[in-house]
Structure formats: structure tokens, C-alpha cells
């Protein structure tokens, strides 16, 4: 009904009625120049050619061709909100990290959700994981071959592919998904003492996943669902929220891990290394303009605060450098400038000048070289990332052989129960079965090497994909030197 309608449909009649009283804006140019027709351009008679002096147009034109910035390469695909984060329990024997300092503090935080590889305007039920890979180079079109052909010559992503294809790839919204850090991090203490970790946020709201017909059902009927529920329950006073954790581990024991610690398709048990509670994350506000406070919203995991280091975990290497490039890339050099991603409290003090859309006082009449003698912004030494000893040989080291198997087993027999492991079956021979028998064939024995059962299961559900295919297929012949086709369809 009209007079009942979801907050997020209702933004506009929201925003005006927030206004009250107040007169409506004098409409202005981009430089703020009165405007006194919009509708109207200026020609040469009612109906002659518009004239260049017509600004007002050439205003709009111009910046409605530049409105677009690059969309994301991955995670295209989101949602944002606010909130803050408090801490709960004290972890400074840990780490010196100010945003860990006391119990009770709270520090203002930014969140954004995605998709990882799906368009800006694809679905975010994501009802498959294969809709999310790169397109073919030639048709444009989603390809079964390229995906499973990848997945099935990397073994190491049997975990993901497994969790993705399972219950857990399909959350019912964002409020009701964990978040994980994924990667191995270093925290340092006061006294400079390091131990490796991983973060964890887990829903307060619960676990909840969508079946894949429901999923598919939404893909079609309200592609942006999961985006429309966050903005609903945050606007109607249901401010979702997440329990933070961490899982602690000493180099000693990291040196003994029968897996390797800082490899980002392995996870830590959580028998051997227990979550240790350490505060709340709250989202409370939605975003004024998704354009200004999400699209632009840019995350980079070299923006570690002191008590904060990287591990050798060669993803997070590899992003401390790509994350802000690609910012630097889609935003400009000085996207660190705009409201939603400048420091908080920290006041801003280096060498760094210049650079199109500069929009600061750009550190005045200070010097702009180091070092100086001008009393300009100096190091710190007690700022200095902690020591640690490196004395491997260089080489580019092939892990092909690690065990990508084990962890994958736990989590099919373990973790996952009978109608769960059913359905994982069943959600993944139902997309690999538009690959080549081949890449078929070869992505099984990749699940008979995790169980037998696992891979057995598939192997039947495929024969019988397969088996229909055959009955179904349309065939095309010529007769009697007839120019004309025929064809043919067993249903």
C-alpha cells in the first residue's frame, strides 16, 4: 500500500517532509549562478539550433558526462553504513593499538558490503559464485569453462569454492553474514613483543542463508535486496551489530602449525587457537549520499595504526600496495582528502603536495622537502614498525604441494550436517555441469581427493545433468539434398 511503505522506498517523502517549512533552494549553476529556466535551452527561434552561450546547458552536459568514476574492479557490488565500534574486554597485552586502549572506548567506524566479482548492477542474492567471474573475453558472457577450469587446476581453492557452494554463500542480507579479516596479521604490545593473529566479527543477529530458489526468485524480482535491507532495519531503529574476536598465535607456534599460518585458504582451529572476545561494532547510521559516503568510501589495508603490523600472508603483500593504487586509480591522488576517508582525529603532516582535485589548504607555507631545518613534521622513533628475522633464500616458491585437502574434509564432515552437505552437492554440480566433461571430470577428482563421498555425490548428480542433456539435445540434419534445415527436439 501507498501509505505503508519501507523506509528505503520512502526516502524522498522522508526527505521532504525533514525540511518542514523551509522554501525550496534557489536552483544554481555548478559555480552557483541563479537559474532562471531548466526546462528550456536557449535557440535560435522555437524551433532552431540551441546556442553555445547557453550555459545553464553546457553546465549540466558537462558534468553529467564526467558522473562517473571507474567502478570497481572487485566488490563493485555494496552496501554502507556507520556506527562505532566499542571495546569490551582488554586486549593491550596484545596489541598498543589506540582503537584497543580501554575498555569502554568507542571509535566511529565505516563499513561497506559487497559482493566480490559481480558488476555494480548485478544481483546481491548471488545466487551463484559463478556469476561473479570476469566475463569471456570475446562473447562477454559469464563462462562455466573459465571458471571451473581455474578452480579445478587450483587446489588450493577447494576450501572457498566449498564454503561458497554450501548454505553459507547465500546470507539472507548482510545483517545476518560474519565478517573476517582473512588475513594473518601481527599485533605489537607496549613493550614490543609480537604475536600473529586473525579477526573475526560475528553477527548478533544470527546466521541466516537463503535457499537457492529463493535467491534466484530475488535475483529477478529485487536484485538490490540485501542493500534495501540494511537501509530498512538501520533507518527503522534496528541497528545491526557484531561481536569482534581474535585468534591468537605466538611465532613458536606458528613455526610448529602443520599449516601454513599466513596462507589465506587455510583457517585457524579454533580448538587450538580459541576466540578471544574484544568488542562490539554497531552500525547506526545509513550513508547521506550513497555517491559521497560509499561509492567513494575506499578501504586499504596498509592503514595499519601502531600495534598493527602485516605478517608475510603474500595476499595481504600483495594488497598493502594494489588496495590504495586502485584508489589512487578510481579516486586520484588525493582521495585520502575526501570526508569519508581523511584521517579522523589525526591531523595530516608530510611531504606529500599537489595533485589534481587538492582541496585542502595543502600544508600551507610549510616546507614541502625533508629533511629540513625549519622545524617541519619529524619521524618518531618510538613510531617504528617492529623487528623481525628474515634469512630464507629467494625464490618463487611453488605450494602446490601443501595439503589442500584436510581442512576441506573437517569442513564437509564436521562442520557441515547431512541435508547440508546434500544441498552443497547439488548447488555445485548444478553450475558445473555447463562446464566441458573434461574440466567435469578433473574438478571431481579434486573432490574425491578431499572425501569420497564428496566427490562421488557430484560425480552421480553430473551423470544425471549429463544423461538429461543428451536426451534434450537438439539436432540439426539435411535431407534428400534439401536446402532447408530441419530440426528436431526430444522433450
Known amino acids: 500500500m501507498a501509505d505503508n511503505r519501507e523506509k528505503a522506498t520512502d526516502q524522498m517523502k522522508l526527505w521532504k517532509e525533514n525540511r518542514g517549512a523551509q522554501r525550496a533552494d534557489v536552483l544554481t549553476t555548478g559555480a552557483g549562478v541563479p537559474v532562471g529556466d531548466k526546462l528550456n535551452i536557449q535557440t535560435a527561434g522555437p524551433r532552431g539550433p540551441l546556442l553555445v552561450q547557453d550555459v545553464v546547458f553546457t553546465d549540466e552536459m558537462a558534468h553529467f558526462d564526467r558522473e562517473r568514476i571507474p567502478e570497481r574492479v572487485v566488490h563493485a557490488k555494496g552496501a554502507g553504513a556507520f556506527g562505532y565500534f566499542e571495546v569490551t574486554h582488554d586486549i593491550t597485552r596484545y596489541s598498543k593499538a589506540k582503537v584497543f586502549e580501554h575498555v569502554g572506548k568507542t571509535t566511529p567506524i565505516a563499513v561497506r558490503f559487497s559482493t566480490v566479482a559481480g558488476e555494480s548492477g548485478s544481483a546481491d542474492t548471488f545466487p551463484s559464485f559463478i556469476h561473479s567471474q570476469k566475463r569471456n573475453p570475446q562473447t562477454h558472457l559469464k ?289 558445473l555441469k555447463g562446464a566441458q566433461l573434461f574440466i567435469q571430470k578433473r574438478m571431481v577428482q579434486c573432490l574425491m581427493a578431499v572425501h569420497k563421498d564428496y566427490g562421488s555425490r557430484v560425480q552421480a548428480l553430473l551423470d544425471k545433468y549429463n544423461a538429461e542433456g543428451k536426451k534434450n539435445s537438439v539436432h540439426v540434419y539435411t535431407r534428400g539434398g534439401a536446402s532447408a534445415l530441419a530440426a528436431s527436439s526430444k522433450m
Open 143 to 431: 563462462d562455466p569453462d573459465m571458471v571451473w577450469d581455474f578452480w579445478s587446476l587450483r587446489p588450493e581453492s577447494l576450501h572457498q569454492v566449498s564454503f561458497l557452494f554450501s548454505d553459507r554463500g547465500l546470507p539472507d542480507g548482510f545483517r545476518h553474514m560474519n565478517g573476517y579479516g582473512s588475513h594473518t596479521f601481527k599485533l605489537i604490545n607496549s613493550q614490543g613483543n609480537a604475536v600473529y593473529c586473525k579477526f573475526h566479527y560475528k553477527t548478533d543477529q544470527g546466521i541466516k542463508n537463503l535457499s537457492v530458489e529463493e535467491a534466484d526468485r530475488l535475483a529477478s524480482t529485487d536484485p538490490d535486496y540485501s542493500i534495501r535491507d540494511l537501509y530498512n532495519s538501520i533507518a527503522n531503529g534496528n541497528f545491526p551489530s557484531w561481536t569482534f574476536y581474535i585468534q591468537v598465535m605466538t611465532f613458536e607456534q606458528a613455526e610448529r602449525y602443520p599449516w601454513n599460518p599466513f596462507d589465506l585458504t587455510k583457517v585457524w582451529s579454533h580448538k587450538d587457537f580459541p576466540l578471544i572476545p574484544v568488542g562490539r561494532l554497531v552500525l547506526n547510521r545509513n550513508p547521506v549520499n550513497y555517491f559521497t559516503e560509499v561509492e567513494q568510501l575506499a578501504f586499504d589495508p596498509s592503514n595499519m595504526p601502531p600495534g598493527i603490523e602485516p605478517s608475510p600472508d603474500k595476499m595481504l603483500q600483495g594488497r598493502l600496495f594494489s588496495y590504495p593504487d586502485t584508489h589512487r586509480h578510481r579516486l586520484g591522488a588525493n582521495y585520502l582528502q575526501l570526508p569519508v576517508n581523511c584521517p579522523f582525529r589525526t591531523r595530516v603532516a608530510n611531504y606529500q603536495r599537489d595533485g589534481p582535485m587538492c582541496f585542502s589548504d595543502n600544508q600551507g607555507g610549510a616546507p614541502n622537502y625533508y629533511p629540513n631545518s625549519f622545524t617541519a613534521p619529524d619521524c618518531q622513533a618510538h613510531f617504528k614498525e617492529s623487528k623481525f628475522s628474515v634469512s630464507p633464500d629467494v625464490g618463487r616458491y611453488n605450494s602446490a604441494d601443501d595439503d589442500n585437502v584436510t581442512q576441506v574434509r573437517t569442513f564437509f564432515t564436521e562442520v557441515l550436517n547431512e541435508e547440508e552437505r546434500e544441498r552443497l552437492c547439488q548447488n555445485m554440480a548444478g553450475h
